[in-house]
């Protein structure tokens, strides 16, 4: 009888974890809904905070070889100006229509540019692992690109895309990994 009722007891005690488990988990702030991916993109205005390159570009200005393995350097450099200054308060906006805009924030590249740009359309690809842009927005070509996502939070958006450069003596091209971090300002 004692061990019917230490496995009655037991028992018990695995079925009240085993329905705890499946309780939603509130994540602060009494909030215990899991937001999907899209509603973490279009809930955001990201700013981004840092662009590296690797290995280090190199390129050639006005006959001049510079290494390059900051991606708002290779900006200002593609813009012909300081190192992607005006580019540090762009954001990037989302839109559950799946247009992307590109706001220049306060301080424009130039000041006849409109203040919000077409950022062509964005979506997920290969079961939400990939973001792709039909015109990505901080690529100076403005073409088509697909960024690995690395993070994506309510505060923080990690992308990563090849990238392949062309030699400033033209002929061959090197590969480079370009890593973005963007930082939810909303």
């Known amino acids: 009888m004692k061990n019917l009722l230490l496995l009655l007891a037991v028992g018990g005690l695995l079925t ?10 509130d994540n602060g ?5 899991q937001a999907s991916n899209t509603d973490l993109l279009i ?9 590296v390159i690797v290995p ?10 510079v290494t390059i393995s900051s991606y708002f350097d290779l900006l200002g450099a593609l ?21 992307v805009d590109l706001d220049e924030g306060a301080t424009k590249c130039d ?9 062509g359309e964005w979506y997920f690809a290969n079961n939400e692992t990939q973001l792709a842009f ?13 960024l690995d996502i690395t993070e994506l939070s309510k505060t923080m958006l990690k992308l990563e895309m090849d990238y392949r450069f062309g030699l400033p003596t033209g002929g061959d091209s090197t590969d480079h990994v370009i890593k973005l971090d963007f930082k939810n300002v909303r």
Not at 29 to 33: A, M
Request: a negative charge.
């Open 43 to 51: 809930g955001g205005d990201w700013l981004m905070e840092d662009g």
């Open 56 to 65: 280090p570009v190199e390129v050639d200005i006005l006959g001049t070889k």
């Open 79 to 99: 813009n012909g100006g300081a190192p992607g200054e005006c580019q540090k308060d762009n954001l990037m906006l989302f839109h559950a229509d799946s247009t």
């Open 134 to 146: 039909t015109s990505f927005p901080y690529d100076p070509l403005q073409e088509e690109r697909v």
């Open 111 to 119: 000041s006849a540019d409109p203040q919000v740009q077409d950022g």
């Open 29 to 33: 702030g009494g909030d215990t809904t």
């Open 16 to 25: 009240i974890q085993a329905c705890k488990d499946d309780e939603p988990i």
